[in-house]
């Protein structure tokens, strides 16, 4: 017997939330946030309204679907089974921390606070969420297929991303590795910077927008679902042993970039989440391109 549809409810802990656990009480937290010219009611407030729209959209799961929930920390955790459908509730930032474990399953971004966020990824309200979940499955559902963005180690390690991937030093000191296109008739350079930047149509309205509009914005952004990746190599230092010829540039289908580690130890993180990182040590190499798996967002 098939197993009936699960909804797997996305959410994060709340500031409201994360200053209790902190302080102990309501009272205690609104003393300290008082004492630095702060609130609590806007805070209590945006708590309340993110805890009413995950009690929406609980309610509006069919009654004869599945349901779990798992909070942003456990993600990594969480065994998502074949017949689930994803809801993330929250911010945008959240659909981007969760594509990297949801595989090909269809997400629906619902967007807990309207008006505060962009809605580039939660493109839905709570009373849509009834409608969304039995669409999510049916033939032919309208999903945008958003390219995503991998990092693999010569060990086999993997890091996946829909924004970006940061290969650095984790203190944002000076990076030391050697850097290349594969296929680039085997060209590498030797660079010290301050870590390279590979992202997607989708990130290109965060970071690696601002590094494009710092280099003047002479390559086309790519759009969410492009193959084509954007890279950048930050604030590349020129000395008799480290160039800067390798600067930036477009990764399209199957390229790769290749970067092997000359320093103690860099890291490789995705979507601004060092916590969920790659380490790397000298020697090691690491390959950063466009990933198979794409993550299919209900339009």
């Known amino acids: 017997m098939s197993l009936a549809p699960r909804a797997v409810l996305v959410h994060r802990t709340t500031e409201y939330e994360e200053l209790i656990a902190h302080h102990g009480t309501h009272g205690q937290a609104a003393f300290f946030l008082s004492s630095r010219g702060r609130a609590i009611e806007e ?21 004869n679907w599945r349901q779990a929930r798992v909070e942003r920390a456990d993600l990594d955790r969480f065994l998502f089974a074949p017949e689930d459908v994803v809801v993330v509730v929250g911010q945008d930032g959240l659909v981007a921390n969760a594509a990297k474990y949801v595989a090909r399953r269809p997400v629906v971004g619902v967007d807990a606070e309207p008006g505060r966020n962009p ?53 944002h000191q000076t990076a030391r590795y050697r850097l290349g296109l594969e296929g680039d008739g085997g060209v590498v350079e030797a ?63 199957a390229a790769r970039l290749s970067l092997t580690v000359e320093s103690e130890r860099l890291i490789a993180f995705g979507d601004g989440v060092e916590s969920d990182a ?14 198979a798996d794409r993550l299919r967002l209900l339009g």
């Open 43 to 63: 805070i209590a407030e945006r708590h309340h309204r993110a805890h009413r729209a995950l009690a929406e959209v609980a309610a509006a799961v069919p009654l």
């Open 119 to 171: 809605g580039v990824l939660v493109r839905h309200r709570p009373a849509d969420v009834s409608r969304l979940l039995p669409a999510a499955l049916a033939p032919g559902a309208a999903v945008d297929e958003l390219t995503m963005v991998e990092a693999v180690t010569d060990d086999g390690q993997r890091l996946v991303a829909l924004n970006e991937i940061y290969v650095g030093s984790a203190g």
């Open 191 to 253: 660079q010290a910077s301050s870590g390279v930047l590979v992202g997607t149509g989708t990130g290109a309205t965060g970071w690696i927008r601002s590094v494009w509009q710092e280099r003047g914005g002479g390559l086309a952004l790519p759009a969410p679902t492009d193959d084509r990746l954007l890279w950048y190599v930050r604030e590349a230092w020129p000395s008799p042993a480290t160039g800067t010829s390798l600067s930036g540039g477009e990764l399209r289908a």
């Open 278 to 291: 790659l380490g790397l040590t000298w020697g090691q190499t690491v390959r950063v391109g466009r990933c």
